[in-house]
C-alpha cells in the first residue's frame, strides 16, 4: 500500500521567513513525487515533480529515499504563496493510480 | 482554451436518487480520474482510466460507478448516494506519458 503523510494541517510563516512544508511517504517501490497547489478560489494545479529537480516560484523539493520524504522548501516566504499544499506519490512509470496527502495550508502573515 | 469541466458544479440531492457527475476534457487525454476531497482527508482517489473502456479502482470505489465509453468523457455514477457521499469531487486529466494532472473546477455534491 502507499501512504503520504503530510504532518501539519496548517504552517503560519511571516512574510520572508524560510519555509518547510513536510511530507513523508510509504511505498515499497519506485515512487513518483509531486507536490501540487490550491490557491483560493482556483484549481489544483502542479507546482513540482521529484524527478524535475527545478525551482518553481522558488520552491524546491527534493527526494530523500533513506528517510522516505519529500519535503517542499522556500527561503523567503511571500503572501501569495497562501495557499494549500499536498504531497503526492504515485508509482513510477506512469501508472495512474495516485495517493495525495491530507495537505497543508500555508499561512503568510505579511 | 485546454481545460477539463465538471457539471454540475453544485448538487443538493436526497438519499438514495441516483445522479450522475459529468467530466470532459478536450486534449485528448488518455488518462482520468475522480477524487473527492474531505476535511482532514485531503484528496482520494475514487476511480482511474487508463483509457476508454479501462477503468480501475482507487482508494475509495465504494457507492461508486464510473464508465469511459469515449475518450473525453469521464462520468462518475452514484446509484443510492448516502449522507456519507457528501463532499467536493475532482475529476482530473493527463496524457500519457506526462506526469501532470490537470484538475477540474470541482463539483461541490450534498446528499440528505
Known amino acids: 500500500a502507499q501512504r503520504v503523510t503530510q504532518p501539519e494541517k496548517l504552517l503560519s510563516v511571516f512574510k520572508g521567513a524560510p519555509v518547510e512544508l513536510k511530507c513523508n511517504y510509504s511505498y515499497s517501490g519506485s515512487p513518483e513525487l509531486f507536490w501540487y497547489v490550491q490557491y483560493s478560489r482556483q484549481r489544483l494545479q502542479l507546482l513540482l515533480r521529484?524527478?524535475s529537480r527545478e525551482s518553481i516560484k522558488g520552491f524546491t523539493a527534493d527526494l530523500n529515499k533513506g528517510e522516505t520524504s519529500f519535503h517542499l522548501k522556500k527561503p523567503f516566504a511571500q503572501e501569495e504563496d497562501s495557499a494549500m499544499y499536498y504531497c503526492a506519490l504515485r508509482r513510477w512509470g506512469g501508472y495512474q493510480k495516485v495517493t495525495f496527502g491530507i495537505g497543508t495550508k500555508l499561512q503568510v502573515i505579511p | 482554451e485546454a481545460q477539463v469541466t465538471q457539471n454540475p458544479r453544485y448538487l443538493i440531492t436526497v438519499t438514495g436518487k441516483k445522479l450522475t457527475v459529468t467530466c470532459s476534457q478536450n486534449?485528448?487525454?488518455?488518462?482520468m480520474s475522480w477524487y473527492r476531497q474531505d476535511p482532514g482527508l485531503g484528496l482520494r482517489q475514487i476511480y482511474y482510466?487508463?483509457?476508454?473502456?479501462?477503468?480501475d479502482k482507487g482508494d475509495v470505489p465504494e457507492g461508486y460507478k464510473v464508465s469511459r465509453k469515449e475518450k473525453r468523457n469521464f462520468p462518475l455514477i452514484l446509484e443510492s448516494p448516502s449522507p456519507n457521499q457528501t463532499s467536493l469531487y475532482f475529476c482530473?486529466?493527463?496524457?500519457?506519458?506526462?506526469?501532470?494532472?490537470?484538475f477540474g473546477p470541482g463539483t461541490r455534491l450534498t446528499v440528505t
Open positions: 482530473a486529466s493527463s496524457s500519457q506519458g506526462m506526469y501532470e494532472q490537470y
Open positions: 521529484h524527478i
Open positions: 486534449m485528448n487525454h488518455e488518462y
Open positions: 482510466s487508463m483509457n476508454v473502456e479501462v477503468t
